[in-house]
């Protein structure tokens, strides 16, 4: 299973760039109920924060189009929530306190990678690789 960040999804909804917008749906049409792309929490979360904030979609809409997206097969999203590595994750040193969790929690639910648009994290976040 394959984890995918923040950033997959916003390209996904938004297709603001073409060429990561084709390579998500790339990522996407790869996967199946057997082998889904996993998102957790997190990643959902600040999903909707960027629609409503930074791309100023109204609240119900913005919901609804992430809805839509986690309601398919290639989509997995866990079931139960562990948390276990709080001590780990404020030791970080990468500047972006999410990325280190979303990484972890989808290594735990048993993710092989975390892929992303984010040089930073996949240079520095173990366990995130850069979608090019």
Known sequence: MIGIDTNIIVRLLTRDDPVQFDAAVSLVKASSAAAPLFVNPM??????????????????????????????????????????????????????????????????????KTMTFDRKAANSVPGMELLA
């Open 43 to 112: 990643v959902i979360a600040e999903t909707v924060w960027v629609l409503e904030k930074a791309y100023k979609v109204d609240p119900p809409v913005a919901r609804q189009q992430v809805a839509g997206l986690l309601d398919t097969v290639e989509i997995k999203v866990p079931e139960t929530l562990r948390v276990e590595n709080w001590g780990q994750w404020f030791m970080s040193s990468h500047p972006g306190f999410s990325d280190v969790i979303i990484a972890d929690i989808n290594r735990a639910n048993g993710c092989e």
